[in-house]
């Protein structure tokens, strides 16, 4: 049998033309052990920073929504804290967070480092992933900018082979870079078609709908976080105390006065937070404060200070109050 030549069918185009694809709109969320880049993948689909990113594990507590618009489609992502074996009451907390929003989503995007070998943490997680029957599910190598292709390929491999042992196939696996901006877009394209049809949910323009004042926390403890001693990220939590436009300032020139306390478990910490005469702290405040200007697009006064709450991680009350 000979090729056959297609024509194009001028009536199915203009058919095509005015019924374009429906509009789809859903929740996604990654997932993955502690530090496997997905906070860093979030901002770079958003293409601005929502979520808080860290070298730390555990550093994301809040669930963070990165609103991602598209012509034909609006994902609305869902940070979640990594999932863990937990050790105290508050990861016991995050570890139901996890659960609960494994089950209202959309979409899951299981997130695994190209430059590290499928581990105990991931097969922990699959597993889990495994129970959920109905839910698409995305394996997204991240960090690719990290490795060779020979590596690549041998992680793609695996992931696959673990989705056959545990009795489920991928919708997907892909590789990619956030940092590299690499196959970002790519991934955008292949969770929007899984999504259900439907209208925007959000408006066009809003990036997030978490409180302004829980960013702003989060940016303040992502600022506090960086170059401390290793026994310090599970003990920090900032609380926004206040944030007021600062009265009798002209229209042109506004600026908003921000009262934020950041809250250690022992005495002891006080002083890594702090630093001699006071510089950590200082260089804590001026690399949160342009982020929080970028975030919210004006002047910022930011006064910040140190508390100590013991054993917060440990106390249902101190919890609550810390805002888990």
């Given at each position: 049998?000979?090729?056959m030549s297609v024509r194009p069918n001028p009536e199915a185009a203009a058919r095509q033309a005015e019924n374009p694809a429906p509009h789809r709109a859903g929740f996604a969320c990654f997932v993955g052990r502690p530090n496997a880049g997905k906070s860093t993948l979030t901002n770079a689909l958003v293409?601005?920073?929502?979520?808080?990113?860290?070298?730390?594990?555990q550093t994301t507590r809040?669930?963070?929504?990165?609103?991602?618009h598209r012509p034909?489609?609006?994902?609305?992502?869902?940070?979640?804290p990594g999932l863990h074996k937990p050790r105290t009451l508050l990861?016991?907390?995050?570890?139901?967070?996890?659960?609960?929003t494994w089950a209202e989503v959309d979409v899951i995007g299981f997130c695994l480092p190209a430059d590290q070998k499928l581990g105990p943490g991931d097969k922990y997680i699959v597993k889990e992933l495994a129970g959920i029957k109905k839910t698409p599910k995305i394996a997204i190598i991240t960090k690719t900018d990290l490795v060779e292709s020979k590596q690549l390929a041998e992680q793609l491999l695996a992931v696959s082979r673990l989705g056959e042992e545990l009795g489920f196939e991928w919708a997907e696996i892909i590789p990619v870079s956030a940092v590299k901006d690499q196959q970002v877009d790519l991934l955008s394209d292949l969770i929007a078609p899984l999504l259900p049809e439907g209208p925007p949910l959000y408006p066009e323009g809003d990036l997030t709908d978490e409180p302004e004042m829980v960013m702003v926390a989060e940016l303040i403890r992502e600022a506090a976080l960086e170059g401390v001693r290793d026994e310090l990220p599970h003990s920090i939590a900032v609380v926004v105390e206040e944030m007021l436009p600062r009265e009798d300032r002209p229209a042109d020139k506004p600026l908003l006065d921000i009262h934020a306390n950041v809250y250690i478990e022992r005495p002891s910490q006080k002083g890594i937070i702090i630093g001699p005469k006071g510089k950590r702290l200082k260089d804590v405040g001026t690399k949160s404060r342009k982020h929080i200007e970028a975030l919210l697009g004006?002047?910022?006064f930011l006064d910040l200070h140190v508390k100590v709450a013991k054993d917060w991680q440990r106390d249902p009350k101190q919890l609550r109050k810390l805002g888990f």
């Open positions: 049998m000979g090729a293409g601005r920073k929502v979520a808080i990113t860290s070298n730390r594990p809040h669930t963070v929504r990165g609103i991602v034909d489609a609006q994902l609305i992502l869902v940070d979640t990861g016991e907390r995050l570890n139901d967070v996890v659960r609960t004006t002047p910022v």
